[in-house]
């Protein structure tokens, strides 16, 4: 099965909030990452969180971690329209360079 | 420039034809990956070059698949033979895994369209 699992799918209204879930599997993972992808683009870093923190906000980002659950949540403050995209999350193992991506989220902003 | 670069962006090859993709890395990274992103997939790895050591090629979907590094900047990935299969976005990142609190964080190009008709 896929170390980092995410829904395929979230539609929001613009100016609501937005939360993208992930779970994934190693309990020795450093690093969790959420990247986005605008269409038509490589990956972009939003935010990261190490896995000794519970939670880190940056502006309209809070990322929550469950270490207990392995889960992962990205939300999205007051959601803007240029927010549509595809949402990453990624797993770095201890010890590994590897990065592990899920499939990623597909946020759709209805104005 | 100040990012990372792929060319080209868009290829279309015939089936059983061999391609290069070409990944230039973000200026002094050592760090370089390949990945693949097939419609519904997610990004598959396929290879990681690390400095001048042996590469991680444990992702590699076949033997029809290398990728080079040379001077341990500009990389290629070739893909000899190609299958309909093989159509993808194929992605490239490059980061500097030298301390930091970004460490490791992988900045990636705006990827190259194969498709395999």
């Known amino acids: 099965g896929e170390d980092v699992e995410q829904s395929l799918f979230l539609s929001v209204r613009e100016g609501d909030s937005s939360v993208i879930n992930c779970t994934y599997t190693?309990?020795?993972?450093?690093?969790l990452y959420w990247y986005k992808q605008e269409p038509g683009a490589g990956l972009q870093l939003l935010t990261y969180i190490f896995s000794n923190m519970d939670m880190k906000q940056d502006q309209r980002l809070t990322v929550l971690l469950n270490k207990k659950d392995k889960h992962l949540s990205l939300r999205i403050a007051d959601t803007q329209t240029g927010d549509s995209a595809i949402y990453f999350c990624a797993e770095k193992k201890r010890g590994y360079q590897k990065v592990t991506f899920g499939i990623g989220t597909k946020l759709q902003v209805i104005p | 420039g100040a990012g990372v670069s792929q060319s080209p962006s868009n290829k279309v090859t015939e089936k059983g034809k061999d391609v290069e993709l070409r990944c230039d890395p973000i200026s002094g990274h050592t760090a370089l990956y390949w990945y693949r992103q097939s419609l519904g997939q997610g990004l598959e790895f396929l290879i990681y070059f690390q400095g001048n050591s042996a590469p991680d090629k444990s992702g590699l979907p076949s033997d029809r698949f290398s990728a080079e590094r040379t001077g341990g900047s500009v990389s290629t990935l070739t893909i000899q033979r190609t299958q309909q299969e093989d159509s993808a976005v194929y992605l490239c990142?490059?980061?500097?895994?030298?301390?930091?609190?970004?460490?490791?964080?992988?900045?990636f190009g705006p990827g190259t369209r194969l498709t395999v008709l």
């Open positions: 990142a490059s980061s500097s895994p030298i301390g930091g609190e970004v460490a490791d964080t992988q900045y």
């Open positions: 190693d309990s020795s993972s450093t690093y």
